[in-house]
């Protein structure tokens, strides 16, 4: 069956832009994580959603990080006054339930330049 | 001190060797392990997860979890041109949710080891 897909695959934008990153579950998924993985930090967990329930935020680095999550399926990352330090690849995952594995899309690779 | 310690290699190793690939852990919250395989460009990719200690095999892959000496690994027997990846290791710690269940939604990750294997 399809896997988790999320686009764009590349994003290319300049410092103090918004961008949007979007993430298709697996069908039937009922938890969906981001993260962001860059060559200095290895790979770091950003926000959590399960169900009906309020996302877990803990990992959101500062107030220009945002998530939601639309009728339970599609999800959209949403960085705001974009720095070049958030320059990484954005990965996201979904799972069956909270304590299913974990499968990850392709991530979207952003470049601030 | 990350909460996970992972050797980054790089780790070059013949076909048809045994590869150890091993991560340390400070947190003794941690219950639920994996391991994924990456390449490059791509998505990190399941391949295999325990809450116990012990081992657990699949195919010519091994898990292992240590539970008192903090320390995981997985091993790769028969090692193929094929299986070249940086391998991460994954822990979580069970939470309570909102809904009274219990999450292990929050991976912390090592920082991978880059493995190639030469035919």
């Known amino acids: 069956g399809a896997g988790v897909s999320q686009s764009p695959s590349n994003k290319v934008t300049e410092k103090g832009k918004d961008v949007e990153l979007r993430c298709d579950p697996i069908?039937?998924?009922?938890?969906l994580y981001w993260y962001r993985q860059s060559l200095g930090q290895g790979l770091e967990f950003l926000i959590y959603f399960q169900g009906n329930s309020a996302p877990d935020k803990s990992g959101l680095p500062s107030d220009r990080f945002s998530a939601e999550r639309t009728g339970g399926s599609v999800s959209t990352l949403t960085i705001q006054r974009t720095q070049q330090e958030d320059s990484a690849v954005y990965l996201c995952?979904?799972?069956?339930?909270?304590?299913?594995?974990?499968?990850f899309g392709p991530g979207t690779r952003l470049t601030v330049l | 001190q990350k909460e996970v310690e992972q050797d980054p290699g790089p780790l070059s190793v013949p076909e048809g060797a045994i590869v150890s690939l091993n991560c340390t852990y400070s947190?003794?919250?941690?219950?639920?392990f994996m391991w994924y395989r990456q390449y490059s460009r791509k998505g990190p990719e399941l391949l295999m997860y325990?809450?116990?200690?012990g081992n657990k095999e699949d195919g010519r892959f091994t898990a292992q979890v240590d539970k008192s000496s903090k320390y995981i690994s997985l091993f790769i027997r028969d090692s193929q041109p094929s299986d070249s990846a940086t391998y991460l290791c994954?822990?979580?710690?069970?939470?309570?949710?909102?809904?009274?269940?219990?999450?292990?939604?929050?991976?912390?990750f090592g920082q991978g080891t880059i493995l190639t294997v030469h035919p």
């Open positions: 995952a979904s799972s069956s339930g909270p304590q299913r594995a974990q499968y």
């Open positions: 947190n003794s919250a941690f219950q639920y």
């Open positions: 069908s039937g998924h009922t938890a």
């Open positions: 325990t809450y116990s200690s």
């Open positions: 994954a822990m979580s710690v069970p939470r309570p949710t909102n809904a009274g269940g219990t999450s292990y939604g929050k991976l912390t």
